[in-house]
């Protein structure tokens, strides 16, 4: 269903998309943005 249930990204302790939080599901290729912004600042573990 599109409404109700939650989707979240989490990598290691942070969360760093929340369906929840934003009141919508990301767009087509927003979380690959998010995780590789994240990897780009360092904060995604190598392995």
Same mark, same amino acid.
């Given at each position: !269903? /599109? /409404?109700? *249930?939650?989707?979240?990204?989490?990598?290691?302790? +942070?969360?760093?998309? /929340?369906?929840?939080?934003?009141?919508?599901?990301? +767009?087509? *290729?927003?979380?690959?943005?998010?995780? #590789?912004?994240?990897? /780009?600042?360092? #904060?995604? !573990?190598? +392995?």
């Amino acid at each position: !269903p /599109s /409404s109700g *249930g939650v989707f979240e990204v989490v990598i290691g302790a +942070d969360l760093v998309y /929340s369906k929840k939080a934003t009141g919508r599901h990301a +767009d087509e *290729g927003e979380g690959m943005g998010i995780i #590789s912004e994240k990897a /780009s600042l360092g #904060s995604v !573990p190598a +392995d």
